[in-house]
Every structure is written in C-alpha cells, then in structure tokens.
C-alpha cells in the first residue's frame, strides 16, 4: 500500500488551531474611546499597580505616557547629573537601527562585538596600557557595574597570593581603602562582595578627597587594594594617583606586600586624557592595574554604557572568566551581566570616529571653560565661595602674579590651572552666613527649581557632613548661553533673599517664580497695553 497522499496544507492549519469554546465569547470593543484627545484620556481612570485586562492602541498608549513624562524635569537643565543627554541626530539613527541587539550574542552578532573590542582597545591605548594586544576589558552598563569587576579581581588576586603563602583569607579577611568621598558604587562593592570597606576621612586641607599619606595608616598585609578616584562626585578634584602609588611602592620595599591601585575615573578618564595629557594617572603608572569609565558621562554617549580595562590579562583571573556554549559559537564571558544593549556601545564608537581626539578635546576645553566662568563669577558676587579649584592659578605656575594681571587669564594653557572635572560646588561664604543667618542655603536649590534649573544642595563626606553644597556640573549641552542664565538667576534669587526682612521670604518667592523681567526687543516696560486678565497673561 502506498504511503503516499495528497496533504492540504490550509485544512492542516485550520484544524490544527486552538478551538474557541461558544460560552467564552469576548466582547471587541475597546477599552478607552479613540474619539476625541478628552474621551480617550479624561474619561475613564488608567491601572497604574495592575495589569489593564484590556490593552489600548499604540498610540494612545504613547499619548498616555508621553503626557505623564512631561512632568520630569528637563534633561537640558539639569545641572546635577554627570550624565551625557545630547547626541547627534546620526548617532541617535544608529541607536534606533540596533536597539533590538544583544551585545552577548557574539555568534549572531559578530560585527557588533568586533566594535565592543575596537573600543577596549581605542580605550586601552588612551590610557597608555603597555601593550593594547596584552591589554584586557569590557563595556559594562557603567561604571558601578565596572566598579565592582575592578574589585573583584584584585580581590581574587590577594586570595591566590595568600592561599601560596599558606595563609587565611577568612581571618581577618580582606579590606580595601577609598576616601570617604567615594561615590556609594565604590561601598557597594566592598558591601556585597565580603571586602571591609575603610575609608578614609577627607578634609578641606586634602580638597575634600582623598589623602594619600592618611590613607597609608589604613593599609596592611589584607588590603587587596586602593580605590583613587579620577574626579570626585563631590567637587570634582582629581586624587593623586601618582602620589599613591609613589607611597605603595615605598611600602612594598619595606613590607613586601604589594597593594594595586583601581582608578575610579568614571569621568576624569574622559577628561583627563584631552585637557591634562601631561598628567600622570593612568598605565603609565605601573601599580594602576584597572580603570573603569563612564561612556555615558564625559564619554558623550547616552545612558548605558561603561568600561573596565586592565592593564593585561595577569591581573584579570582565569575564574572570572566563563568560557559559554551558546547558540552554537563558543563565547567568552567576564561581565556581571548576561545580556545588555549593544546600542550604547555603538554610540560610543559613533563618537570616537566622529569626534576623535581633537573633537573629544575641544569639548572638556569648552566645559572647563565654562565652569571656571561659573566659578568666578559666584566668587565674584562676595555671596559664595566655590570649593572647586579648577579656576585656581597653580602656586608654582611660570606665571607671576604681576604677569598674570598683564597678560590676563589664559583660557589656552590649561597646565597653568589646578586639574580637575567641570564641576563647580560652591556654598554660602562665611560673611553671608554671618550677615543672613536666617537665610537657608538649601532654599537656592527650590528657587532655582522653580525656574527650571535642578541643582542639588548636600552634605558633604563624613567629617564633613555639617557643611553643605550646591554643584553644577558643567557638561557639553550646557553652553555659555546657558550659564549666563544660570547666573543671573542665581543672583537674582539671592539678591531677593536678602533684600527681604522676613524668614518667609523664600515662600514669597516661589509665588512670584515665574515672573519674568525679561525685554522682548527693543520694548521696555509698560510698552503693550495692560493685561486683563484673560489668557493674554504677562509672563
């Protein structure tokens, strides 16, 4: 008998389908009216902590969120985040055309991870690695996540040299050293992976970061390493990389131990590198054995994206690395994470072939620029002083003072100025204080929101913490323009505050925050007719 018989595919398909049993009729209509902008979103409530049982179209779904996204503060304005906001418009293409791709999938995707391992490289030669071909590292999401794979295996390392030495790694157990000012990702570590975190007091006499000379009365046989950070988040002063591993060195001539340095430039690996080529922080320090960056901060990409490299693959241990199987390639692994965006990470390398050293250049020139504007001008009202230094003329500078005042600030020769992020933290100066008690620092921070600005108002580190600040962190987007904005409501705001006799003055204020005194033109004052009261408003 013959097997063989004529199949119709469509009869195959149809009777194959689930059946719909007659009782369980479901009704078509929709959920939200699509008739008019009020009917589909004032008519009926929207589930915010459950799941709808019946969706909406796409679009009113966009309108929805789109409306309720409104109410965040603009990302132009926001003075507070050390993270990138603004690419061009290609960049944002090339995100949008490879947004569905998983870095991890390096089978699938062999062009993308070819671009993850140009930009290690790109990174490793930056920061003057001995060898890029020896040299070792991955995009991460950022840099806490880069932060902690730094930790770990310096972590890994100590535990093999104590296990050949014949010694414990539970008794004490390790530790590792940081300046209180550490960002909380540099805690975390230390917290989740079992390491006793020691941190080191800050003061206004070590720039309110970290002080190497204290920091060595921290160290012993258990430290498995140091945390230096490139860039404080408080005020932005770089730590003395060099001036900490010059100590470490003597210390392992005496002791026999050695302690590695971490370098946490989660934004002055962005910086440095272009404005202070000359200084010395990075490989060519050969106790640094890893640095961790932020792409999505000064590395002038969107939100995602970090890196970690070690100076070769000896300081990154074998059991850190996990060789997968994996959709049927052999992939390697040494990330916290599995799957991640690639996107980011071809943002980042859109902006190293778009920008290259000299583009990356003239923006950290630019935001420095504009931050030592911002500094002297807040210096210059007597109301604030400005605890940032980059403004500040070096004391040994070849410059005498007689010549400085001739020849006037050179914007050009950034050697004759302190090193150090675009980041100006300022606060109250003691006279004010003195002179307006009654007057809160922190009201500045909800009078500048009021006009849209968001500059945080916070304590200091640990020893500190009585002292607080205001900072703005000055990155690409936010222009000359911007900050003579930013000036003028400040001392406008200020101004106000002491021109009223009355502890209230600052609710006062916030009645009249969206008052605008600015001329249209070549208009002056009482120019148009007067308002009444329609919605004509005066702004």
């Known amino acids: 008998m013959s097997l063989s018989k004529h199949v119709n595919a469509e009869s195959l398909i149809r009777e194959s389908k689930d059946k719909k049993h007659p009782h369980h009729h479901r009704s078509t209509t929709t959920s939200i009216s699509t008739i008019s902008y009020g009917a589909r979103y004032g008519t009926q409530s929207i589930p915010k902590f459950h799941l709808p049982s019946k969706g909406t ?8 969120i789109h409306d309720e996204l409104a109410l965040d503060g603009s990302p132009s304005l926001n003075l507070a985040s050390f993270v990138h906001t603004w690419m061009p418009e290609p960049a944002n293409k090339l995100m949008v055309e490879n947004m569905s791709k998983n870095l991890i999938d390096q089978d699938e995707y062999p062009m993308t991870q070819l671009i993850h391992t140009r930009c290690v490289s790109i990174l490793a030669d930056l920061w003057h690695a001995p060898s890029t071909k020896q040299a070792i590292g991955t995009a991460t999401t950022g840099s806490s996540e880069a932060i902690q794979l730094g930790g770990l295996a310096m972590k890994r390392i100590w535990q093999e040299h104590r296990k050949a030495a014949g010694k414990s790694i539970h008794e004490p157990g390790p530790n590792i050293v940081m300046g209180a000012n550490a960002q909380v990702a ?66 392992e001539k005496q002791t026999g131990h050695s302690v590695p340095i971490h370098v946490d430039g989660a934004s002055g690996a962005f910086i440095a590198p272009f404005a202070q080529p000359k200084l010395l922080w990075d490989f060519k320090i050969p106790r640094v054995v890893s640095i961790n960056t932020s792409g999505h901060k000064f590395g002038l990409a969107y939100v995602g994206v970090g890196w970690v490299v070690w100076r070769s693959k000896e300081y990154l241990p074998k059991d850190l690395i996990f060789e997968l199987h994996y959709l049927g390639s052999v992939e390697y692994s040494f990330s916290l994470n599995f799957s991640r965006p690639a996107a980011p990470i071809i943002a980042q390398y859109f902006n190293f072939l778009h920008l290259g050293f000299e583009g990356y250049r003239a923006v950290a020139l630019d935001d420095l620029k504009n931050a030592r504007l911002l500094s002297r001008v807040l210096e210059g009202t007597g109301w604030y002083t400005v605890l940032s230094d980059i403004h500040r003329q070096k004391s040994n500078s070849l410059l005498t003072k007689g010549m400085q005042a001739t020849i006037g600030i050179d914007e050009e020769h950034l050697e004759n ?25 922190k009201w500045i921070q909800t009078l500048l929101r009021a006009k849209g600005w968001i500059v945080p108002n916070y304590e200091l580190p640990p020893n500190l913490e009585k002292v607080q600040i205001l900072r703005v962190v000055v990155r690409e987007n936010c222009t000359e323009v911007l900050i003579d904005r930013l000036v003028t409501d400040i001392v406008e705001i200020t101004q106000n505050l002491v021109d009223r006799d009355s502890s209230t003055h600052a609710l006062d204020m916030l009645g009249n925050g969206q008052h605008c005194k600015t001329v249209i033109g070549q208009m002056e004052e009482g120019s148009g007719s007067r308002s009444s009261g329609t919605y004509a408003k005066q702004c």
Request: aromatic share 16%; with cysteine.
């Open 57 to 64: 179209s796409a679009e009113n779904a966009y309108q929805l």
């Open 186 to 251: 540099l805690e975390k570590f230390a917290r989740y992976f079992e390491v006793e975190c020691r941190l080191v007091p800050v003061s206004a006499e070590s720039k309110y970061r970290l002080d190497p000379k204290k920091a060595m009365e921290y160290i012993d046989e258990n430290t498995i390493g140091v945390f230096v950070i490139l860039g404080s988040t408080y005020t932005g002063h770089y730590e003395p990389v060099k001036e900490m591993a010059d100590l470490l060195d003597e210390y």
């Open 417 to 441: 100025y302190m090193e150090g992020l675009p980041v100006v933290s300022f606060r109250f100066s003691d006279k004010f204080q003195e002179q307006y008690p009654e007057i809160q620092q």
